[in-house]
């Protein structure tokens, strides 16, 4: 437990609390922290010091962020010999609120993705990545600003549950057996076996998650992807059974694209459209028409996919905030990888972080402090003050370290 008095305030800081379903965030709440590895740390600090800037520029002292670091990664394995320590998880359930850098997640073997396991043991069901286009940032696209969508991804499912066995095992061989013989699949010899499932509660409360925020944000078109024309079953039952979730609970507020013709083929005032595009068609439909689409469900690979090839359409990764979230555990990240190359460097674009930073103070109810980074995030590039990664596609523009970058950052609030 933090010890540390808040001398401005003159009180101890507080944690965050639920009370009668509702977040409630004292005005000096402990959020724990991961620095993350590789690059984390220059991320983190230059982060850390725009966040706490904006909260004394918005708030005059009368509110302030009590910074608690908590350890996953290569920093707990080095500290205490476990990538993901108990006390870690256990911290995040107990505070409610954290953010963290990246994490490392070795390829094709060793310990299992940190990032997916805190998802699944704190059941964070609903990752939430919110894709914009930032003025001046480079774009591919001929119109980004038609760009603002918001992608809930199924978190827990699909084929991120990790149930698979490798080619060869003991195992293997049962599974692959019992498929031939029992269920006549024609399995190669050669091949691995992985089980994809989808479930209809996950299924439904990451539709009412999106129902509610598109309620909450005032967004008025809700897509539903899927590969149901496929998997008929798996995805095809995701599309079903978020369908059905919208008609039941939210059945006076949605219209779908097959009512539209009741309407003259127009969105009747004070309606949500709920429709839904299979999953390759979707890549299509944000490069093309980005602009008819505000908030897309999907399945957890999917939607992995997805939020990443949009993030690519208003600047890539290193602009693209993120959230994982279940009914109140909230855990906002970094979206983009370690980057181990420019550890240590103070080199790489603190953007993702920092945005996260900014859904983090929105989902506080802070979202005074959260509008001063936007501002002044955007004024910051608008002046070509940017990291490399921008600088490089700018014409004229001042490549800053990392650490310069949030000092440009923080010149800028107003």
């Known amino acids: 437990m933090l010890e540390i008095a808040n001398k401005e305030l003159k009180v101890m800081p507080e944690k965050i609390t639920i009370q009668a379903g509702k977040l409630q965030v004292p005005d000096n709440p402990i959020i724990p922290y991961i620095e993350g590895d590789g690059t ?42 476990t990538w993901l320590p108990d006390e870690t998880v256990e911290a995040i359930r107990e505070y409610i609120v954290a953010i963290k850098g990246p994490l490392t997640t070795p390829v094709g073997g060793g310990v299992r993705s940190i990032n997916v396991t805190l998802r699944q043991v704190l059941d964070l069901f609903a990752c939430v990545r919110p894709v914009k286009w930032i003025k ?53 010899e050669d091949a691995g076996i992985g089980i994809k499932y989808m479930g209809q509660r996950a299924s439904e409360r990451i539709m009412r998650k999106a129902m509610n925020y598109a309620v909450e944000n005032n967004r008025k078109v809700v897509t539903i992807v899927h590969k149901g024309n496929i998997m008929k079953y798996t995805e095809g039952a995701f599309k079903k059974w978020c369908y059905d979730l919208a008609k039941t609970e939210y059945a006076n507020l949605i219209v779908t694209e097959e009512e539209l013709s009741k309407y003259g083929g127009k969105v009747p005032e004070g309606k949500i459209l709920v429709n839904d595009r299979i999953a390759d068609n979707m890549f299509q439909q944000l490069i093309l028409r980005s602009n008819e689409y505000e908030l897309l469900v999907c399945p957890n690979l999917n939607g992995d996919y997805i939020s990443d090839a949009a993030a690519a359409l208003v600047g890539g990764l290193g602009m693209a905030p993120g959230g994982n979230i279940s009914d109140h555990l909230a855990l906002f990240e970094a979206t983009h990888g ?74 800028r609030m107003a």
């Open 40 to 81: 984390g740390p220059d991320i983190w600090n230059a982060s850390r010091q725009v966040i706490d800037a904006a909260v004394e520029k918005t708030y005059g002292g009368k509110r302030r962020i009590e910074w608690m670091e908590i350890f996953a990664g290569e920093k707990a394995f080095n500290l205490k010999g």
């Open 136 to 188: 001046g940032v480079p774009s591919p696209m001929v119109n980004p600003h038609w760009v603002d969508v918001v992608i809930f991804r199924e978190n827990n499912e699909d084929i991120y549950a990790g149930i698979e066995w490798e080619r060869g095992s003991e195992k293997l061989q049962k599974v692959a057996t019992f498929l031939r013989e029992e269920m006549s699949c024609e399995i190669p």
């Open 338 to 411: 370690t980057a181990p190359k420019y550890a240590g460097l103070d080199k790489v674009n603190p953007g993702s972080l920092l945005l996260s930073a900014v859904m983090m103070l929105e989902y506080m109810g802070w979202k005074e402090a959260a509008e001063v980074i936007e501002k002044a995030l955007g004024q910051a590039i608008l002046d070509k003050k940017v990291t490399y990664d921008l600088a490089r596609y700018i014409e004229g523009a001042e490549e800053l370290k990392s650490s310069e970058f949030a000092r440009a950052i923080i010149e």
